[in-house]
């Protein structure tokens, strides 16, 4: 079935640093793909989202890009910030276009 | 623009209870979903209702029920509790036209944290 696989954290970065985390997915067909945030305690926010292959999705400073050949959504900053620690959320839309799968999550810190 | 609510915020039943849980959708959205998050886990789909229908539903056995009402709120029961079922309840509400793709976000409510004891 459809999966989604990201990076394992704890992922601890100082402010201004450059951040990558992983994702990449098992789908069948062309699935829409999201980035989601929780801070905690909170529930989840949509940071991104791209609907179709080569797509960019971007907001507040971050970006990812739909790779269909290499089946992969790695979200990306510049330079975070201490307000960005929280927990990043990989999701693909499953092939009814119903549910959203989700990873295991990457929960990021960043030290000032 | 409100968004979605839920309630109650913090939830403790004893094994072998029922709950309810509920979720107000965010104005114009049309499909609630719910969603089930255990610690440090990803959320696992439940069910999503559309028109008042179960469109869709996840690897939850039948004890786990939804309703979704003509003002699109929605309800979570869950009977006969157990220990496992103590999670985060996630409900998301969507504007998504009949038949059509998941490319409309889902936007999340807080959640509920139910603790089963």
């Known amino acids: 079935g459809d999966s989604v696989t990201q990076m394992e954290g704890p992922v601890t970065l100082s402010e201004e640093a450059f951040l990558t985390i992983n994702c990449t997915y098992t789908?069948?067909?062309?699935?829409?793909l999201f980035w989601y945030v929780q801070y905690p305690g909170e529930g989840l926010q949509l940071l991104l989202k791209?609907?179709?292959?080569?797509d960019k999705g971007s907001n507040k400073g971050f970006e990812a890009t739909y790779r269909k050949e290499t089946t992969s959504f790695h979200l990306e900053k510049g330079s975070v910030q201490v307000s960005d620690s929280a927990v990043y959320f990989c999701?693909?839309?499953?092939?009814?276009?119903?549910?959203?799968?989700f990873g295991k999550g990457t929960t990021l810190s960043v030290s000032s | 623009e409100t968004g979605v609510t839920q309630s109650p915020t913090h939830l403790i039943k004893t094994r072998g209870q029922q709950v309810t849980l509920r979720c107000s959708s965010q104005?114009?959205?049309?499909?609630v979903s719910w969603y089930q998050q255990a610690l440090g886990q990803g959320p696992q789909f439940i069910f999503q209702?559309?028109?008042?229908?179960?469109?869709g539903r996840g690897n939850f056995p039948p004890r786990f029920s939804g309703l979704q009402f003509p003002n699109y709120s929605s309800e979570l029961n869950v009977n006969a509790l157990e220990l496992d079922d103590s999670a985060l309840y996630l409900c998301?509400?969507?504007?998504?036209?009949?038949?059509?793709?998941?490319?409309?976000?889902?936007?999340f409510g807080p959640g509920t944290r139910l603790t089963v004891t």
């Open positions: 998301a509400s969507s504007p998504r036209a009949s038949g059509g793709p998941l490319s409309y976000e889902q936007y």
């Open positions: 789908a069948t067909g062309y699935p829409s």
């Open positions: 791209a609907t179709k292959a080569d």
């Open positions: 999701a693909l839309s499953d092939q009814a276009g119903t549910a959203l799968i």
């Open positions: 104005s114009g959205h049309n499909t």
């Open positions: 209702y559309y028109r008042e229908e179960e469109n």
